[in-house]
Each structure stands twice: as structure tokens, then as C-alpha cells.
């Protein structure tokens, strides 16, 4: 569970401190103080991940990005004996996330604190120490008590002045800035949560704000952990007896307080999460957690919707899923409403209205386009004539462009026409503002109508239409809020949205839950683009082909790779200024997925158009610079301006944008797009929440249209994020990309032929070595390996990755059949296209209790309703076209040298040999193999093995084993229901689609032992990288899963272990994919590996250096005082010799590298080595004791 801490704290001469020694230590670095002359060296400081200097946004002072040359100037900048150097925050990063995202989340902050006040601020980031909690990684941001400029530190920031001033200036006090910083780092990290794919939260507000008893943890300081790691008492803990004990007792009494917490960051939980939950607050005492544990997971606030069982819909095993019964009642009372209000009839729209709104829409479609043929399509007919029917809910289901807004315009007309008042809502103000544009429906914020309500003002009535757009994006709690009112009220309401753009910010996915329940009309014919290839890439987006749609503009070229990310930023703006030189009254957006980039490419585009003189700098020229929410900004005429909060007054809305027309002292008139040009002038010292506007989030873009779009590409993109930004264009989009994000391709610095390991006494084979950004240098070996480099061509310095695409069967000299591994170079535009198409397909589908209703209802003996459907339905025409087109793979098969670079050197005997991480660990060779070593017994029940050598990987967001739409449990087509008129085959009921019919196909015996191993595998996998214990159920549940291998065919679970043990691929998707994809790669490992098994070259290499691993241990351990620790070496050593005995054929190779194994001379004729290893072994042991006494 993500926990949240943020605190703010003085360093002042006061309390003995330095700005120098403080980031000294907090950056790991040797660093002088000059007012004092004293050296702080804390080089050799251990956990230090990253360590940066941010300055405001707009600030040249590249003199401060020198940490010496700023700490000593913040020292020298004040002058009394106990003055304020630096202010320090301290943040605690969430462990869920990537290195990566941690580093992303903290800068974000900084940049934060930077431009709010002006501020330089060091930010260092820290890893857990491994003696402590492993999820303690978290970050202190050190800011200047004084503004920094390109001269030297200026005035005091404002969090640095007395109350008294502040209010004075109409600023608000210390205490309410930090109260927003605090929200405001709930608000970043829990969109980097989001971006990640991770339906959890942090909230920022204290337990006694939440009305929670139970008592918080603490965060302890730097001194208290090192004091604590030392064995000394320290006063300070996260947690101490008193208070766990306190909690503890709580929990006994009210367990519900421990579901409020995680219902808090998620909506539906597992047992896992209320594990993590209560580790978080009761200390490591076994007996009270078992205790704490029994008594939540019968409190009757819980809810299991779903036992554990198997999925009828894709055979894999989940385990049960639970929430509490107040987001049971609150999702399944919006269902329920939504049956009322759905055949409640009485809002119905007289035909002729109907036909008139469409007629009018029609000649409005032929005077815009200048074309007397165009008129509504089909689609638009129908959905207008559902939703002006006379239910009082109904739903329309749009691809992004397929024109739900030009709908919406005609149904409009038809409700007026037949009396009724419309009104409209959206989740942000952007989305509103363009409702009401398109479809000329009055429209608020739904934060704005909940608003009134509470006050009385606004109230729906039998005479209203309430239409909700993009109702794909509001969670559970509010929908469900909008149902309710409108069915006490008497009005009708209508949701239009794609649930398959951006998720739902609240928790669970009610818009996909009700169309499923209630049906919905379907716009899936796209009308935006203008182009027809681009019509049919909005449909892969909208169907979850992301591959397929990114695949059509990498074809015609309009995906753009650069180096860096910032030379990829420096291209869109060159796009971006040209096509606004070529087509100055078309429309265009540049957008991104993090504000950082965003922020960038804001940045550039004005300084490119100061230096062409067409934008002023500076005051003396016509600009001026005005304090906003994210800081200083510059404003001139012609600047692009973006608004980010809703104000009445002001008529405008979060994300509207518009150009400034001139600028003065506190105020900014600017021309809005879209209203026929109206003006709005902003006192800014009323609103400051405006920035530039070139660009803006992906997220503010959702319903926008216009001609050109530039996207900026990165690692926090997901399928959904994806659809939205390739799909805003009516005649082109343009997606860029850094390598440097998308590929860990190595720099190649040698190869060629030679003795493997550059051992001459070894076969000859060929190598290659990468070295990585970080200057670690890797070196792979295989023969086929000079065919691939003599097919490329690559450069010695040049960036490459090596992709392992199989093996093929040889024959070696003596006659030996064997496989010998295939090669293939791929450049780094390969390697970073193939990452970027990875990472841009991922899921981020929320889940609601409402996928588990089946289950929720029999349980209960609760009459059966309509089951949970599972995506968009798509005509039958749309779906035969989709379905003709072959799928096109994104997985590979095998390992490229981006993962071989983060691992340890693979090796291949003579280059015939499959390349096999930590060779024979573990392995059984063939059925009769050896008995298993300890390691293996380990791998066989408790999982993997965390601290064994494995292929080391970029941390990433897994797709979890609930990521997707859920089936039904038991579909079944003559329980469904069936008492609802149908109009004209406009109304779906949602069948389930013809093309899930792989998805629901049964598994083979083979695929579900493989699956449910795989998925032991993954639970075991998880719990040790998160630092939990592996339950006694998780090993169980594993040799269970080994057994079902071994009943489909003897030896299956020692292939694969063997297959763990030695192929990357395999093991990357146990822990990165789930479902079919996981079993099949998995099966295709084991097929990898039975081969690999068959060649005794292979066996005997392995043999070889798992032999001279355990014997270098054995080494060690000389001596009677490591006597246990020794003879469990020496058990496996003798395990391995047995081994031999059975495979003759490796025993005839080893007699060839005998030197290898310790074998000095020849041997006897008849002599195996097996018989040999077993006389060193106890000739060895003998030594060892006797070498124990002498000491």
C-alpha cells in the first residue's frame, strides 16, 4: 500500500545546522563550507539514487546549478548567528512504482517548489536501507530561503515571511501553503499511481480528518533508523509498542477502521492488500497480526465478490477478491436505479421532432461541407433516435471522432422542440466547455452541479434532460451520486462516453457497468479523420489493436524517433512552428503525458518565437511576468494561454484555451478559441491559474478537436492515454519519441572470434560486447553470433541489441546432433520502436464490484440480473474487417541484449550451447536426474528466488492478474433478459462478441497446470520483491501446481524449473505477462529448453559450471568451524556426481575438460569421472577437516 508523508522542516545555525553539511550528506558528496571553512566528505554514503539541482522555470542562473556554489551562497546570504539557511521537505516516494517513476514524481515536486517560490531547490533521492523497510524509498528537497537569479540569491520567498505580511499582501499564511503543498503532492504522486497503471491512492489528510482511530505511523528521522540499525534504544520509532498495541486492540474491536484504509486507495482488495494494510500498523509481533488478520476478514463490513476459483473465461485461478459492503451498496443501488429508470417510460420525443432535429442537422452537415450528400450517417440516426426515446436513462457508446457531438446537436433540438430543458455536465471544465460548443447544451462541471444541489440551487425536475459527457471518466461514488438525483427528481439522464479512452478517475468503472446493464446505441464509424487509413487506426485504438494503429502511421512515417527526449521535444516544436508558418488559421496542439514535458515543450516553442522576433521578452518589449499556481510566467500578445481552474465569473473552464491580446499590470485579456472569439480579461490577483498553452496534458485533451496533432511519446503512456492522443486530428498526428526512454540498446565496443571466455584451453566461438549507459560492459557468446554481425554491419561505438530468435539444429563434427542459438542484430530505432509499442499497448481498465455481481447475487440467493459484459460491441461489418486481418505479434520470442546488459555474462559452450543464466542450478538431467539440491527444493515451493541470479530488469509496472474487462462467470444467452423492446437493432443488449470466442476457449491439461504454476510463480514472485513473507498457503499452493505438471506428463515440473533456471524469456513472462499470452510463451520455453536438454554438450556445460560454483564455495569453507554450511555443499556436489552416473554421454564428454572439474590425472581405463569426483570429494574433505585443525 502506498503510504503518504510529507513534512517540512528549518535547517537554521539555530539548531547547529548547515545548508552545506546537510546536502552534503543528502546527496552523498564531499562539500566545503567556506563560511566556516569545515569539509562535510559523505562520499562514501551508501543509497543514494539520484542527486539534481531544479531551478524555476524561465530563471537563468546556471551559476546555482553548482551544489557547492549554491549551498555556500545560501550560507553567506544571511548574516545573523541563528538564521534560516534552507528549508528541507522530506517525501515518501511510493514503492509500487518504477525507479524510474519515483524520479519523475520527486523532480515533478521540486520543479514545484521551485517555480512556486522562485526558489532553487536539491532534491536527492534515498533506496531503503536493506537492514530496514524495503519500501521506505523516499526523497529530501532542500529550497533557498531566498529567490535565486541570475546575479545571486535575491528576496526572502514568501513561505519565508512573517503571517502578518502575508495577509497584509493578501497571501496566504505558512500553515495553509504547506496544507497545499501537501495536497499538492497527493495530487502528483497519485498521478503518477494512475499513470502506472495501479488502482491505488495516497490521501494527505490525517486520520483524525478521516475520522480514523487508529494511530498513525511515524517517520523516523536519519539518526533514529542508524541508531536503531546499531541495536540502541531510540525514542522514536514508525510505529511503537504502545501505539501498535493501542491499534492492534482497535482493530480487534473495529475492524472496519483497516477497510476504510484500503478503501481508500482501492476499491476492490485482495487479502494481500489487507496484509500490507495491517504490517503498516501493528509491529512484527506474529501473534497479534494473525489475530488483527482473523478479525478483519470477518468483519461484516467486508464483502467477498468472488470466491477463489478458476475463470470459466480464460482458466486461470484468482484468488478471491473482496470490497466492503458500502461500495457494494453504493455501485449496485446506481444499477439498480439504472433498471428502474430504464423502464420507466414517460420522457419520450414526438416522431416529427425527431425527423425535423435531423433534417436540420442534415442541410447544417451540407452548408459546412459544402457538399449536398452529406448528411448524418446511419449510426447517428439510431443513436439520436435512443436517446430521444422514452426511457428515462440511456447511453451512447462513441469511438473518439465517430461524432457524438454533432448527435448530440440534433438530439438537443428534438428535447427543446418537445418542451424539454437540456442541460449539460462533464467531469472537467475543458469537456463541459466543449459540450456545450459542439451541441449547444448549457454545461457545468459535475463538481459545479454537485455544488448546488448541496445549496439548493439547480435542481433537476420531470421536465429536464441531464446529458453527461465523457462518462467514461467518473468513478463510482459521483455517478452514482448523478443516478440518484435524477431519479428522485423525475429526470431524465444521459451518458454518452467510450469507456475505452481515460479511465475513470474515482474509483471502479460505472459507465461500462450500467451500458452493460442497460444497453447503449454505438457510435463506432469514424468521422474526424478525414483520411481513410486513419479511420481504420482509430478503430485498432478504440478495440484495444494499439499495435495495429501505431503499426499504420510507423508505415507512412509519422512516428519520428530521436535520440534524447529532448531532441525529440525540440522536433515537435520545429513541426509545430512550421505547419502554424504554412497554415496560420488551422488549428493545432501539441500534448504529452507528464507535466515536465509538457512544461518543455512550452518553453521551447516561445523562446523559437522570441528569436524570431515574434513574440516580446521582456517588459521594456511589451511582456510581463505574472505570479501563477505553478509560478512566474512570462505573458506577451500572441502568447497561447490555457486556463486550469473553472470561474464563473470569468466565464471560463478548466482547459480552455485561448490567445493573449495584450497584457498590463495585474491583468490578461486574451481571446478564447471557439465562442466566436469572445475576450476575457483576468485580474490576476484574483485567478492565477493559467500557464502557456502550445501544449497541454493529454488528459485536458480528451473531446478536442482539431487539424494537426503532435504527441509527445513516454514510458507512463498506457492503451487508453494512447486512443486519446492519436485520435484528437482531423487531417494528421505526429508521435515523437526519445530513444533513451524506449530501449536500453547497448554501445558496441568489441567483437570477433575466439576462445570462449578468451580461454584457450576452451572450443573456439564468437562474442560480442555492449557496454551500457552506465559504462557496465557485457559480453555474449555464440556462433551464430559472427553470421548476425557479419549480416548488420554495425560500427564499433554504434548503439545495437541483440535479439535471440530461437535455435536450429546442427550437426557437429563427431556426428552429435545439438541446436545452436540464432541471432539477429537489431539497430536501436528496432529496439526503441518495439518498447515504445509495448509500453503504449498496456491496459490501465479499472475494476468494479459490479464485475463480480454474478457471484455477489447467487451467493445470496439474489434474483440473477443481467450479467457483466466485457467491451465496446462492434458491428458485425467492423468486426468481420477486424477480424480479417491477421494479428500481428509484439511479443518475441527470446532475449535482447538490453535485459543481457543488466545481467550476468551468458555463456555458450563452443557458441552450440543455449545461452543459460547461473548453468545446471537446480537441473534434473532427463527424467532419472539428480536428487534436487536445496536451491531447487526452495524454487519448488517458495517461488523465485529473489537474491539467486536471475536476469536483472528494468522496473515496470506488471499487468496484474485482474488487468482487463471481466467475462461473465457463466455466460449463458437464455438468461439474459429479455423484456425490453428493441428500435430498430439501435439498442444493444450486448451479446457476447463472436471474437471473444478464443478468449473463452478451454485449456488443454498441459495449459492449465502451466498456467496455474505460473501463476503460484508470480504470487510468490510479488510477495518477495514487496518484502512480505511467503505464506504457508503460496508454498503449498506451488507443489500443488508442481504436482499438476507431473500428472499431465512425468517430469514436466523438473523441465520447468530447468526452464526458469536457463531461459530469460521464460522467466521475464512469468512476472510481465498474465493469462493465454503468459501460458504460451511459457510452453514455448519449455519446448526451448526440452530441446536444449536433449544435446549432452549443453548437459555437460552446464554440469561443468554449476560444478565449479559449489566447489569454489566449498573452498571457503574450510575448516571445523564451517562444518554444517560446508556438508550442505558438499551434499548438492554429491547430488550432481549421481547425476553423471545416469548420463553417460556427459560423462564421456567431461573426460575431455577433466582440469576443469579438478581432475589432475589421466584416467584409468574403464574409470568414469563420476567415480573420479566422488574420490576428490572425500579426499577433499579430509583435507578440509584436517586443515580445520591445524588452525
Known amino acids: 500500500m502506498a503510504i503518504y508523508h510529507f513534512s517540512m522542516k528549518p535547517v537554521s545555525r539555530a539548531g547547529g545546522r548547515s545548508a552545506v553539511a546537510s546536502m552534503a550528506y543528502r546527496a552523498g558528496e564531499k562539500l566545503t563550507n567556506e563560511r566556516d571553512g569545515i569539509t562535510h566528505d559523505y562520499t562514501a554514503k551508501q543509497g543514494v539514487e539520484h542527486a539534481e539541482i531544479v531551478l524555476p522555470e524561465g530563471v537563468n542562473a546556471d551559476w546555482a546549478r553548482d551544489r557547492s556554489d549554491l549551498w555556500n551562497a545560501a550560507e553567506f546570504a544571511e548574516k545573523r548567528k541563528d538564521a534560516r539557511v534552507a528549508r528541507e521537505f522530506e517525501i515518501a516516494l511510493p514503492h509500487e512504482l518504477s525507479a524510474e517513476q519515483r524520479l519523475e514524481a520527486a523532480r515533478e515536486m521540486a520543479q514545484e517548489l521551485a517555480d512556486r517560490y522562485g526558489a532553487a531547490v536539491d532534491f536527492a533521492i534515498h533506496a531503503p536501507h536493506e537492514a530496514s523497510d524495503v519500501r521506505n524509498h523516499h526523497a529530501h528537497l532542500l529550497m533557498t530561503t531566498r529567490q535565486v537569479t541570475e546575479g545571486g540569491l535575491g528576496d526572502k520567498t514568501y513561505l ?9 499582501h493578501d497571501l496566504p499564511t505558512t500553515d495553509m501553503q504547506l496544507r497545499d503543498l501537501r495536497q499538492r503532492w497527493e495530487g502528483i504522486a497519485n498521478e503518477r499511481l494512475a499513470m502506472a497503471g495501479l488502482d491505488i491512492r495516497i490521501d494527505h489528510r490525517s486520520h483524525m480528518e478521516r475520522g480514523l482511530e487508529i494511530a498513525p505511523t ?20 514508525r510505529l511503537d509498542e504502545e501505539a501498535a498495541r493501542r491499534n492492534a486492540e482497535l482493530i480487534r474491536e473495529k475492524p472496519e477502521q483497516v477497510l476504510t484504509l484500503i478503501t481508500g486507495e482501492k476499491s476492490v482488495f485482495d487479502r494481500h492488500d489487507v496484509a500490507r494494510a495491517l504490517h503498516r500498523y501493528i509491529n512484527d509481533d506474529p501473534q497479534e497480526f494473525q489475530s488483527a488478520f482473523a478479525k478483519v476478514m470477518a468483519s461484516p463490513a467486508l464483502v467477498e465478490l468472488q470466491p477463489e476459483r478458476a475463470d470459466p473465461a480464460t482458466g486461470e ?138 445549496n439548493d440551487r439547480g435542481t433537476l425536475g420531470r421536465g429536464d434532460v441531464f446529458v453527461i459527457d465523457e462518462a467514461g471518466m467518473v468513478g463510482s461514488r459521483q455517478l452514482a451520486r448523478f443516478v440518484g438525483e435524477a431519479e428522485a427528481r423525475g429526470a431524465k439522464i444521459v451518458l454518452v462516453g467510450d469507456h475505452e479512452q481515460l479511465q475513470a478517475i474515482g474509483a471502479g ?113 511589451g511582456a510581463l511576468t505574472f505570479q501563477t499556481n505553478d509560478g512566474k510566467r512570462e505573458f506577451a500578445p500572441g502568447d497561447r494561454i490555457v486556463f486550469l481552474e473553472n470561474n464563473r465569473d470569468l466565464d471560463v473552464k478548466n482547459g480552455m484555451l485561448g490567445t493573449v491580446e495584450h497584457v498590463e499590470a495585474g491583468r490578461i485579456v486574451a481571446q478564447l478559441d471557439g465562442r466566436g472569439g469572445d475576450s476575457v480579461s483576468v485580474p490576476m490577483g484574483d ?80 562474442f560480442v560486447t555492449l557496454e551500457n549507459d552506465k559504462g557496465q560492459q557485457r559480453t555474449l557468446w555464440g ?64 475494476e468494479t464490484t459490479l464485475d463480480y455481481t454474478r457471484d455477489f447475487a447467487e451467493r445470496r440467493g439474489i434474483a440473477e440480473q443481467m450479467g457483466v459484459r466485457s467491451e465496446i460491441e462492434i458491428p458485425a461489418r467492423e468486426r468481420e474487417r477486424i477480424e480479417d486481418r491477421a494479428p500481428r505479434s509484439t511479443q518475441k520470442v527470446g532475449v535482447d541484449l538490453a535485459q543481457d546488459l543488466r545481467a550476468d555474462p551468458r555463456e555458450d559452450l563452443a557458441g552450440d550451447r543455449q545461452q543459460r543464466r547461473n548453468p545446471f542450478e537446480g ?110 498457503m503460496q508454498r503449498q499452493e506451488m507443489r500443488t501446481a508442481g504436482q499438476q505438471l507431473d500428472q499431465v506428463q512425468d517430469g514436466m ?124 570429494m572425500t579426499r577433499g574433505h579430509r583435507l578440509s577437516r584436517g586443515h580445520g585443525l591445524e588452525m
Open 783 to 846: 556462433v551464430d553470433l559472427e553470421r548476425a554481425m557479419k549480416e548488420a554491419v554495425p560500427e564499433i561505438g554504434e548503439r545495437i541489441g541483440l535479439q535471440h530468435e530461437g535455435s536450429t539444429p546442427v550437426t557437429l563434427p563427431d556426428g552429435t546432433q545439438t541446436h545452436r542459438n540464432t541471432w539477429k542484430v537489431q539497430d536501436a530505432g528496432e529496439l526503441a520502436y518495439d518498447q515504445l509499442e509495448r509500453r503504449l499497448s498496456r491496459s490501465g481498465v479499472k
Open 1053 to 1176: 515440473k523438473d523441465l520447468m524449473r530447468s526452464t526458469l533456471q536457463h531461459d530469460p524469456a521464460t522467466a521475464r513472462a512469468m512476472t510481465e505477462l498474465s493469462g493465454r499470452e503468459r501460458v504460451a510463451q511459457v510452453i514455448d520455453g519449455m519446448k526451448r529448453e526440452n530441446a536444449a536438454l536433449q544435446d549432452p554438450n549443453i548437459r555437460a556445460e552446464r554440469f561443468v559450471n554449476r560444478w565449479q560454483e559449489l566447489d569454489g564455495q566449498r573452498q571457503k569453507l574450510r575448516g571445523w568451524q564451517h562444518d554444517e554450511a560446508r556438508g550442505k555443499v558438499e551434499s548438492q556436489m554429491n547430488g550432481l556426481t549421481k547425476s553423471l552416473e545416469r548420463d553417460p554421454q556427459v560423462d564421456s564428454i567431461l573426460r575431455n575438460r577433466r582440469q576443469e572439474l579438478g581432475i589432475g590425472q589421466e584416467l584409468r581405463r574403464g574409470q568414469s569421472i563420476a567415480h573420479q569426483l566422488k574420490e576428490e
Open 317 to 454: 485461478i484468482e484468488l478471491a477478491r473482496y470490497s466492503t459492503r458500502e461500495m457494494v451498496e453504493i455501485e449496485s443501488g446506481m444499477i439498480e436505479s439504472a433498471q428502474r429508470m430504464h423502464g420507466a417510460h414517460g420522457h419520450g420525443v414526438d416522431r416529427r421532432h425527431v425527423e425535423r432535429a435531423i433534417d436540420r442537422q442534415d442541410a447544417a452537415i451540407q452548408r459546412s461541407a459544402g457538399d449536398a450528400s452529406a448528411r448524418l450517417s446511419d449510426e447517428q440516426r439510431r443513436a439520436i433516435e435512443h436517446i430521444t426515446g422514452p426511457e428515462r436513462i440511456a447511453a451512447v457508446v462513441g469511438y473518439a471522432g465517430a461524432g457524438k457531438s454533432t448527435m448530440l446537436a440534433a438530439a438537443r433540438e428534438a428535447w427543446e422542440a418537445e418542451g424539454y430543458q437540456v442541460h449539460g455536465a462533464a467531469l472537467s471544465g475543458k469537456a463541459a466547455e466543449g459540450l456545450e460548443e459542439s451541441s449547444g447544451i448549457q454545461s457545468r462541471t459535475l463538481a459545479s452541479w454537485s455544488r448546488g444541489w448541496e
Open 218 to 237: 511515524e517517520h523516523m528521522g536519519v539518526h533514529a533508523t542508524q541508531m536503531e540499525r546499531r541495536g540502541l534504544d531510540v525514542s522514536r520509532s
Open 509 to 621: 468503472a460505472p459507465f461500462r457497468a450500467i451500458t452493460e446493464e442497460i444497453g447503449h446505441a454505438e457510435l463506432s464509424e469514424i468521422r474526424r479523420q478525414r483520411v481513410d487509413w486513419q479511420r481504420e487506426a482509430s478503430v485498432d485504438f478504440a478495440t484495444h489493436r494499439t499495435a495495429e494503429g501505431l503499426a499504420a502511421y510507423r508505415d507512412r512515417g509519422n512516428i519520428s524517433f530521436a535520440e534524447t527526449g529532448e531532441d525529440a521535444r525540440g522536433q515537435i516544436v520545429r513541426d509545430y512552428l512550421a505547419d502554424r508558418d504554412e497554415r496560420p488559421d488551422g488549428t493545432r496542439v501539441a500534448m504529452a503525458h507528464r507535466r515536465a514535458d509538457v512544461r518543455a515543450i512550452n518553453d521551447a516553442i516561445r523562446a523559437e518565437l522570441q528569436d524570431r522576433g515574434e513574440l516580446a521578452q521582456g517588459e521594456d518589449a
Open 687 to 766: 485567478y492565477q491559474a493559467i500557464d502557456h498553452g502550445y501544449a497541454t496534458t493529454i488528459h485536458k485533451n480528451q473531446g478536442a478537436t482539431v487539424d494537426r496533432s503532435y504527441v509527445m511519446a513516454s514510458g507512463t503512456m498506457d492503451r487508453h492515454l494512447t486512443y486519446v492522443a492519436m485520435t484528437r486530428h482531423r487531417d494528421g498526428v505526429q508521435l515523437y519519441a526519445g530513444q533513451d526512454e524506449f530501449t536500453n540498446a547497448g554501445r558496441l565496443v568489441e567483437h570477433g572470434a575466439a576462445p570462449f571466455e578468451h580461454d584457450p584451453q576452451k572450443a573456439g566461438s564468437y
Open 160 to 168: 519565508e515571511r512573517e503571517n502578518k505580511w502575508l495577509l497584509a
Open 923 to 1032: 537441473l534434473k538431467l532427463g527424467r532419472g536426474a539428480a536428487a534436487e539440491s536445496r536451491e531447487l527444493d526452495r524454487a519448488g515451493e517458495d517461488g523465485p528466488q529473489i537474491d539467486q541470479k536471475r536476469p536483472q530488469q528494468a522496473e515496470k509496472q506488471r499487468r496484474g492478474m485482474f488487468a482487463g474487462l471481466k467475462l461473465n462467470a457463466r455466460p449463458a444467452p437464455s438468461q439474459e433478459r429479455t423484456d425490453r423492446p428493441e428500435r430498430e437493432g439501435s439498442l444493444r443488449q450486448a451479446p457476447v462478441p463472436d471474437r471473444l470466442a478464443e478468449r473463452v476457449r478451454g485449456q488443454s491439461p498441459l495449459e492449465q497446470a502451466v498456467d496455474r504454476y505460473a501463476r503460484a510463480y508470480q504470487s510468490i514472485d510479488q510477495h518477495r520483491r514487496e518484502g512480505l513473507p511467503v505464506l504457508d
